[in-house]
Each structure stands twice: as C-alpha cells, then as structure tokens.
C-alpha cells in the first residue's frame, strides 16, 4: 500500500531536549515536504527536498532543521525546541512538485 | 508569506445542498489543488487544475481557475454528511520554481444530515 509513514503520532517532550520526527514514504517519490499546521493558519512549509541530498527552506524553517540522506527518508529534527514549535506537523510526498501530495497521519507535538 | 487565502472561514449547510468555497492567491502559479482534511488527519488530495485551464471535474467536484482575478472556487454538488472536514487549496507560486507549496488557511465546511 502507497503510504507516508510518521513517527512518533504524539509526542510531549521539554524545552531543549532534541527531538527527531521521521517521515518515510513507500512510493519512490522525489519530492517531500514538511509542514506545520496552526489553528486558523492553516499548513505552512517548513523545508522540502527535491531529491537526495537537495534540501531548501520553507517558509518557516527557523528552529528546524532536516536531511535527505535516502529517497525514501526525510527526518525533521528539532535541535533545541521551544514551547512555539508546539504544533501538528505533516510529512508529504509527490513524484514531481506538479503532482498530488500524499500525506502523513501527522505528529502532534507539545513542547513544555 | 503569499498564503492562499479561503473564503468562507466557515460553511454549514444541509444534506442535499451545494457548497461553495472560493480560494484567492497572490502571485502567478503553475498549478492550483484542493486538499481535504478530516478532524486533525493527514490531508487527502482532491483535484489539480493547471494554470491553463479554467475548469475541472471529479465526480461531485467542480473546480474552476481564473487566473486572472488569481482566484479558484471549489463547487461540492448534493453535500452529504460524510463531505463534513475542512478544505484547503495549495499553490505553487511560479516564481519560487514550483518548488513551494503555499496552503490557504482552509474552509471548515459541516453537513447537516
């Protein structure tokens, strides 16, 4: 089955403890994205790869970073996060950016 | 940020009926897509319409692009209780090379059996 896999779904953790959420998709996709989603802001690009190796800023990367080591992969990483990271984050798939995402159940994370 | 911006912020209708969402955006696009979203799930993909095209349909869906008032409006035709979640439109503004996705901040629609 075509699937975005996230872990972990949930997530409470405290300031400054690094965290590493890992997004994993089964479809030889090139392109993958991370976003966030606020209440009343809807989705917002954090970083998206277009290939191995090929990583660039979103629109709110700051406090993020991310690594596209393998095709299938692309960790987000929150060296030291902070309590405004608390967010629904999703990892999204497609074969070309002109081409549907598929995406991930989501990440809950609440940083204290 | 050039995000998308949905109108309206809310819509509740009943079973039957026809909803309507429209989406404006900022600068020219390659592409414009409608997301649908169930109660803090993951996205699911709902249509593409390309900068060159006017108007698409998928099954109850009808979706229309008028580039030049850089705006698309999404039609659900006889709405059913289950067409309840929220909507979102993406696009991928031309001159960021198609690379970015910007999403509205969505349309919560409920249907009322």
């Known amino acids: 089955e075509a699937q975005v896999t996230q872990n972990p779904r949930y997530l409470i953790t405290v300031t400054g403890k690094k965290l590493t959420v890992t997004c994993s998709q089964n479809m030889n996709h090139e392109y993958m994205s991370w976003y966030r989603q606020d209440p009343g802001l809807g989705l917002r690009q954090i970083y998206y790869s277009m290939n191995v190796e090929v990583t660039d800023k979103g629109d709110v990367p700051e406090g993020y970073k991310v690594s596209r080591k393998e095709k299938r992969n692309f960790p987000l990483i929150l060296e030291s996060p902070s309590p405004n990271q608390t967010s629904l984050y999703f990892c999204?798939?497609?074969?070309?950016?002109?081409?549907?995402?598929?995406f991930g159940d989501g990440t809950r994370l609440s940083i204290l | 940020s050039q995000q998308g911006e949905e109108d309206p912020q809310a819509l509740s209708i009943q079973e039957g009926e026809n909803a309507t969402m429209n989406c404006s955006y900022k600068t020219s696009i390659n592409n414009l897509q409608w997301y649908r979203q169930n109660s803090g799930r993951g996205l699911v993909h709902l249509i593409l319409?390309?900068?060159?095209?006017r108007e698409k349909h998928s099954g109850r869906l009808r979706v229309t692009l008028d580039t030049s008032k850089k705006s698309s409006s999404l039609l659900i035709t006889a709405s059913r209780a289950a067409d309840t979640a929220s909507y979102f439109c993406?696009?991928?503004?031309?001159?960021?090379?198609?690379?970015?996705?910007?999403f509205g901040a969505g349309t919560r629609l409920f249907v009322k059996a």
């Open positions: 999204a798939s497609s074969q070309r950016t002109d081409q549907p995402q598929h």
């Open positions: 319409i390309r900068s060159n095209e």
């Open positions: 993406a696009t991928d503004p031309f001159n960021t090379g198609g690379f970015k996705t910007i």
